[in-house]
């Protein structure tokens, strides 16, 4: 399993989840490698944090964890992969990662380092436009639906 973040700004780091993931461990992967990557992308203060619905990612104690570090997280539908960047930026990876067609999971592993670095920031930051119009949109929708 891979575990990756991205911003408008470029991607952030990749990293390789060699054991099924917990609360515990998503937090800690949180602590050790999205904020070293806002810090690398130059995010400033109010950046909004957004993940999936995963039972992981609501939990209790992770909820907790991001309301004591101050993030600011979107909430958001579940089974809403339009509206979730991220998505559009692994659908690209495995792609790409396919066509290269690894023969074992070292190979694996690296041509996905490779082909995240290929990912120029101009292409994350159209991915997180594209999404965040699409949540725009929802939002009108939703809007209309309430009035009637």
Same mark, same amino acid.
């Given at each position: 399993?891979?575990?990756?973040?991205?911003?408008?700004?470029?991607?952030?780091?990749?990293?390789?989840?060699?054991?099924?993931?917990?609360?515990?461990?998503?937090?800690?992967?949180?602590?050790?490698?999205?904020?070293?990557?806002?810090?690398?992308?130059?995010?400033?203060?109010?950046?909004?944090?957004?993940?999936?619905?995963?039972?992981?990612?609501? @939990? +209790?104690?992770?909820?907790?964890? !991001?309301?004591?570090?101050?993030?600011?997280? *979107? %909430?958001?539908?579940?089974?809403?992969?339009?509206?979730?960047?991220?998505?559009?930026?692994?659908?690209?990876?495995?792609?790409?990662?396919?066509?290269?067609?690894?023969?074992?999971?070292?190979?694996?592993?690296?041509?996905?380092?490779?082909?995240?670095?290929?990912?120029?920031?101009?292409?994350?930051?159209?991915? @997180? +436009?594209?999404?965040?119009?699409? !949540?725009?949109?929802?939002?009108?929708?939703? *809007? %209309?639906?309430?009035?009637?």
């Amino acid at each position: 399993m891979l575990w990756g973040c991205f911003s408008a700004k470029g991607p952030g780091r990749l990293i390789r989840v060699k054991e099924r993931m917990n609360g515990t461990m998503y937090r800690e992967i949180l602590s050790d490698n999205l904020l070293p990557s806002a810090r690398v992308l130059k995010m400033k203060r109010g950046w909004v944090f957004q993940h999936d619905n995963d039972p992981k990612h609501t @939990a +209790r104690a992770t909820k907790e964890w !991001l309301r004591k570090k101050h993030f600011k997280v *979107l %909430e958001w539908p579940s089974q809403s992969p339009d509206l979730n960047p991220i998505e559009n930026l692994w659908r690209e990876l495995k792609v790409c990662v396919a066509q290269r067609q690894p023969q074992n999971i070292t190979a694996l592993e690296e041509i996905c380092m490779e082909e995240r670095a290929k990912i120029p920031a101009t292409g994350a930051g159209t991915l @997180a +436009r594209c999404c965040f119009k699409s !949540l725009a949109f929802h939002e009108v929708t939703l *809007l %209309e639906k309430k009035k009637k």
